[in-house]
């Protein structure tokens, strides 16, 4: 069994920075990419940050050059850090993670956090 925890997240006012955290636990031997994702209001889901196992990095145009993204020393875990925020960046943010589980390569989805960007 396989678990992607998302934390962090909440309600920060614009300018403000915001972490985010995800970690893998379980049955996992290894992982590829490792992110995040966010799904604002009527909208589709839609990408943040990514990194991968060799330390690169894709992000969307939105948030290049106010965002920081590492892994942690199991290469189980993601942290994003995002910088002045702005209203926009208001959305439900969900961990993704491509995991090595039973033999394979398969894409896990954390259980989501509200990220609400308000004064």
């Known amino acids: 069994q396989v678990q992607v925890a998302g934390s962090g997240g909440g309600l920060v006012q614009p300018g403000e920075s915001l972490r985010l955290s995800c970690a893998a636990s379980?049955?996992?031997?290894?992982?590829?990419?490792m992110g995040w994702w966010r799904q604002a209001p009527g909208k589709q889901r839609e990408l943040v940050a990514t990194?991968?196992?060799?330390?690169?990095?894709n992000s969307a145009d939105s948030i290049k050059g106010r965002f920081a993204i590492s892994r942690g020393d199991d290469n189980l875990s993601v942290h994003l850090r995002i910088d002045t925020l702005k209203p926009e960046d208001t959305a439900v943010y969900y961990c993704?993670?491509?995991?090595?589980?039973?033999?394979?390569?398969?894409?896990?989805w954390g259980q989501g956090t509200q990220v609400t960007v308000s004064s």
């Open positions: 993704y993670a491509d995991l090595f589980v039973g033999g394979r390569f398969s894409v896990y």
């Open positions: 379980g049955s996992v031997v290894a992982s590829n990419t």
């Open positions: 990194i991968d196992r060799g330390g690169i990095t």
